[in-house]
């Protein structure tokens, strides 16, 4: 069973606009959530993580947010640009468990002018 | 040549064949990783290393051999693959694998197709 779920596989969003991406996990022993972005050919580039002592990340355009009760979190980008077009991965961690990421299926953004 | 590169990019390989996969990282790093993309899955964690050990085997089958001479170098060695094996195959590098969470970053991949 999948521990690290993001449910929607694609998402369509105007230029300017929000893009707000989710990802639901099921081990409460995860503490630590990072947030990869892919482009055709090339691999997983990281984007912003969290830690499960925060609730809020925050790095230019993107926003992480992490609601541990429900086991949930999120990636908001704002505005949203053509650029951002791309796959995004949720990926979650134990802490000492030798750098074992354990990673959604992705979902594909598109980003229209 | 700057971060992680993989060579070859593409390999197309029969079910008697044995070829590697090779990884070298550019970052100064101490843990590397090899993850495989099938279609359709989440990316999976196979083996982890760290500073040329060893630390981490996801139950991977043993027509996967990895080998790691150095902290900048990884290969992953095929041999007998099955048609199923056919993936992306992703190396990636932290700085170390400790206490600490560590992001982890990755090459381009190699796209393998078992014939």
């Known amino acids: 069973d999948q521990q690290v779920k993001q449910n929607s596989p694609s998402l369509s969003v105007q230029e300017g606009r929000i893009s707000i991406l989710n990802c639901d996990y099921t081990?409460?022993?995860?503490?630590?959530f990072l947030w990869y972005k892919k482009y055709p050919a090339e691999g997983p580039t990281f984007l912003i993580s969290i830690s499960s002592i925060k609730d809020k990340n925050e790095d230019g355009r993107f926003t992480v947010f992490l609601n541990k009760s429900a086991k949930h979190l999120s990636l908001h980008i704002v505005p949203s640009q053509p650029g951002d077009s791309a796959v995004y991965f949720c990926?979650?961690?134990?802490?000492?468990?030798?750098?074992?990421?354990?990673f959604g299926k992705g979902t594909k953004l598109s980003v229209k002018p | 040549e700057t971060g992680v590169t993989q060579t070859p990019r593409h390999l197309v390989m029969g079910m008697t064949n044995k070829k590697s996969l090779k990884c070298e990282q550019h970052?100064?790093?101490?843990?590397m990783y090899w993850y495989k993309q099938s279609a359709k899955k989440p990316l999976e964690l196979m083996f982890v290393y760290s500073l040329e050990e060893r630390v981490e085997n996801n139950s991977v089958p043993s027509r996967f051999s990895p080998e790691c001479p150095n902290s900048s170098h990884l290969f992953l060695h095929l041999h007998t693959l099955q048609p199923e094996d056919s993936a992306l195959y992703l190396c990636a590098s932290s700085q170390d694998t400790g206490h600490r969470i560590e992001t982890q970053y990755f090459g381009p991949g190699t796209r393998l197709l078992v014939l």
């Open positions: 081990n409460s022993m995860f503490d630590y």
């Open positions: 970052l100064g790093h101490n843990a």
């Open positions: 990926a979650a961690s134990v802490r000492g468990s030798q750098g074992n990421l354990i």
